[in-house]
């Protein structure tokens, strides 16, 4: 029989360095480290754990942004941990990338890891390191417990023997993993794994499945768990001999959260529905080292609709996945906020309606609000807010932001807008007065794209002139145009100028009269007003052209009628 102090010695020998370290292996130590936060009561503490892979996706910000609105709302805290212990994934700026990717959208973090630019990557809060690979000590320590305990046991399983395991359960139709019968270094008496490690095998910790409970079985024992989202949840047990520290001396996932979210003093662990089937695992570490759960929250998974079916987005297929094609494209932060909110919260949108002008930090999420069935992610949908959002943003502030990212992604155009944001902020101002605001504004890109004809660097025309206007017609009414144009006009005078030159040319003064007599018209004014705002802007439909002309100039206004007139 293994005694106490048999596993003493085993644990001395797997984690030596634990003697050596502040705690001198004693957990007891980092509970005095990290005592329990003093906040108001309800405060959620909450955290956002990725990786440091590179690729910033829209489920990133979607979780983050969950995160850092439930602890905002309740007074708590919001950390951003680094869990960095699979260096082989590891890219080299990915954390930059990741924390000025999250600010862009308004998500800042008020613990863990943050950057200053100058002052690059720094960490704050009393609860760190916040990045996994310096936290090394802590969860040797903790490990030590579980094998001093009996909890956990170190196995020499060679990759090659753990591969003939999968292939032998999956030709029986087995659950793959450690378990059972596959566990055979479960229960070796403590000689013969100091034997074995002495002389040098190679080795990583398991956690063994059934120790956290009374009888020390698991087999057919089910838990039950209240998710904050999806509510009582029951599942098998976790029977599986987990590893819970690496051969290079790092832990899992497994076991650095579960340690991590304990000594944080984390309250609420929101997260997406992939880490469902891990639950059992995560419940059986907290118990078995005597720790307390933080609420888990599982999310569901962002769907794309295609071919009438839904399926999750998917890095390969799917641009719209990247956070960087928000960016690039030039959605304003606060409308793919006010875009996630619709689809993080069921009654969002009914609270808008009643609450248009606030702030989204004056909607209280909760998460017995949120879905357990896949979000249908809709693109169309975002543009549409977008344009709601956009229009309540002063033309101004608008100006900035389209200078700023044309700075990144229009180098072509950033010189230009930038060299004069008045005029930039009174083009984009254009009909959004009155009770009745334009609202076909929802992105940069597309706002630039819209714009471009204010600046003859991007002026072209694009569309052809009415069919109802003959080819022969269009150099004679611009001409004419020419002729009665002022500058000074205000905007009766001048409409009443293109009534009397279509008239005068053999065009109806309104569309009424032309769709009573066709036979007796060309066209109707619409027709010729559309042949000058084509020479102008190129295009056939654009916001109010008595304004744009005034914003143009008379000069511009008249070198780019003679030169439409002289092309025909």
Known sequence: MTTRGDRENLAELIVPRAGHTPSGGDPSYYERLYPPRDLPEGAAVTRLGPSPTGFIHLGNLYTAF??????????????????????????????????????????????????????????????GPYYQSARK?????????????????????????????RARQERDKRTPGIYGAWAKYRDLPVDAYAERIEAGQSYVIRFK????????????????????????????????????????????????????????????????EEWLSSLPIHVALFEALGFTPPIYCHSTVLMKSEGGKKRKLSKRKDPELSLEYYRSEGYHPRAVLEYLLTVINSNFEEWRAANPDAPISAFEMTTEKMGVSGILFDLEKLRDISKDVLVKIPANELADFVTHWAAGYRKDAHRILASDRARLARILDIGRDGDKPRKDLSHARQIFDFIGYFYDEFFEIR???PDETPIGDVPVLLHAYLETYAQSDDRDAWFEKIRILATKHGYAAKPKDFKKEPDRYKGHVGHVSAVIRISIVGRSNSPDLYEIQRILGETVVRARIRRAADAV
């Open 463 to 465: 569309e052809p002139y």
């Open 209 to 272: 499945a059934g120790s956290e409970c009374a009888d020390g079985a698991n087999e057919g024992r089910h838990i039950e768990i209240v998710d904050g989202i999806r509510g009582k949840l029951s599942m098998p047990a976790n029977a599986m001999d987990v590893v819970i520290l690496k051969r290079d001396g790092l832990p899992t996932y497994h076991f650095a959260h579960v340690t991590d979210d304990h000594l944080m003093r984390t309250t609420h662990v929101i997260r997406g």
């Open 66 to 127: 969950m995160n850092e609105k439930l602890s905002a709302e309740t007074n708590g805290v919001c950390i951003l941990r680094i869990e960095d212990t699979d260096r082989k994934r590891e890219v080299v700026g990915a954390v930059e990338t990741l924390i000025s990717s999250l600010a862009y959208f308004g998500v800042r973090f008020n613990e863990g890891v943050v950057y200053d630019a100058p002052d690059g990557i720094s960490e704050i809060g009393h609860y």
């Open 137 to 165: 000590d802590i969860y040797r320590t903790y490990v030590r417990q579980l094998v001093r305990e009996g909890k956990a046991y170190p196995c020499f399983l060679t990759e090659e023997e753990i591969n003939e395991i």
